[in-house]
């Protein structure tokens, strides 16, 4: 009796299931060559392969497997935000390759880790301003049309402003640096 693999609700036979992944890794192109993977003979792997492409509950694996391969493959927006935040604050590494002299007249590359370029970082910053939400459509729509700096510079001015109070009661804003409330 042929051995049975359970993947989800779908069970194939070893050899069903040998074939769907040999098929699914060559990129659906040749039933023939994946039915050789799988281990079915020379002779009967043109035959054995389309027949199993034909069989509902190979081809429902096969269908389950591409469709769960293609929804893990792609980066979602919080999976690219995340990305976006670790590098703006540095904690992800860079690679680089540098050539080292081992002795005289030799040398080697090696990747060296480092951090991530200060260029880099702004540039996830920017992007990562391009998705957040801003109060209204109209900062919105002026703020796209900011540099990053102006961006930043704005945020900060949103803060509330520090109000110093005398023992009077009386209530001064502090001064801009060039002397102007």
Request: overall charge negative.
């Amino acid at each position: 009796m042929a051995q049975k693999v359970q993947s989800g609700d779908i069970t194939l036979s070893l050899l069903q299931r040998r074939f769907a992944d040999a098929y699914i890794r060559i990129g659906n192109v040749s039933p023939q060559r994946a039915a050789i993977e799988a281990g079915y003979s020379v002779k009967s792997a043109k035959r054995e392969g389309e027949r199993l492409l034909e069989l509902s509950h190979v081809r429902e694996y096969i269908d389950a497997t591409l469709k769960s391969e293609a929804d893990n493959a792609v980066m979602n927006r919080w999976q690219a935000l995340r990305l976006l935040n670790d590098i703006a604050q540095g904690k992800v590494k860079d690679f680089q390759v540098v050539v080292v002299g081992t002795s005289v007249g030799h040398s080697e590359p090696r990747v060296v880790e480092k951090p991530v370029s200060i260029k880099d970082r702004k540039e996830a910053l920017e992007v990562m301003l391009k998705f957040s939400e801003f109060d209204g459509a109209q900062e919105q729509i002026e703020a796209s049309t900011l540099s990053t700096d102006d961006r930043l510079i704005r945020a900060l001015n949103r803060r509330p402003q520090p109000t110093l109070m005398v023992p009077d009661g009386t209530q001064y804003e502090e001064d801009d640096d060039d002397g102007k409330k």
